[in-house]
């Protein structure tokens, strides 16, 4: 964290200049330095995008990101979910043509041990105060992701999956992922 001082607001102006070699969040005002994932983090991010951008495109809904991808939710809110799903609806949000300006339809976060807790609590209000339809935590730990939906402003656990199953989504009908795949070997 580089806030010496609690009290300080920086905002997206002051996130711009970060350095460009190193990886921050903007939560609440508060700049945030995230490692470089590991490896097996990265593995899975690559099977699940791909997955989700081949799906996407063979349907024509829509754009897949991954991280470092800035997400623009308010002047003193930056994130970069590992994956973000934006729909053809929500294609504008993609305009300013640097960085997605508002709430993407489907963030993907996953489990790190020096990112986990903000996943699921700071990062879980923020995407549903902003209108994030749908969220996935990843956990490479268990094994498991947990897919959770917006509902009257707050997160909703639609589905828990585990090893051996083939996860879904409720808003990117018909698609399906072997978790067993998606994680890899043990």
Same mark, same amino acid.
């Given at each position: ?7 300080? %607001?920086?905002?997206?102006?002051? +996130? @711009? ?7 921050? =969040?903007? $939560?609440?005002? =508060? ?7 590991? $490896? #097996?983090?990265?593995?899975?991010d690559t099977r699940l995008g791909s997955l989700l951008h081949t799906f996407a495109q063979e349907k /024509? ?11 623009? $939710? ?20 993609? @305009?300013? #043509?640097?960085?997605?300006? #508002?709430?993407?339809? $489907? ?7 020096? !990112? ?6 700071? %990062?879980?209000?923020?995407?549903? %105060?902003?209108?994030? %339809? =749908? +969220? ?7 094994? !498991?992701?947990?897919? @959770?939906?917006?509902?009257?402003? &707050?997160? =909703?656990?639609? &589905?828990?999956?585990?090893? /051996? ?11 399906? &992922?072997? @978790? ?7």
């Open positions: 964290m580089l806030s010496p001082n609690p009290a300080v %607001k920086f905002t997206y102006q002051d +996130y @711009l200049h970060t350095p460009d070699d190193q990886r921050y =969040e903007l $939560l609440d005002g =508060e700049l945030i330095m995230a490692p470089a994932p590991n $490896l #097996g983090h990265q593995r899975i /024509g809904l829509g754009e897949v990101f991954h991280a470092p991808c800035d997400v623009v $939710l308010s002047n003193t809110d930056v994130v970069q979910p590992d994956l973000l799903f934006i729909s053809n609806e929500r294609a504008h949000l993609l @305009l300013g #043509g640097d960085n997605v300006l #508002g709430a993407p339809d $489907l963030v993907v976060e996953i489990l790190s041990p020096s !990112t986990a807790g903000r996943d699921r609590t700071l %990062k879980r209000v923020l995407y549903a %105060k902003h209108g994030v %339809k =749908e +969220y996935w935590l990843v956990d490479p730990d268990a094994r !498991t992701v947990t897919v @959770l939906q917006l509902a009257e402003g &707050a997160f =909703e656990v639609e &589905a828990i999956y585990g090893e /051996g199953q083939a996860m879904t989504s409720p808003m990117l009908v018909g698609f399906t &992922a072997n @978790l067993n795949e998606i994680f890899g070997p043990r």
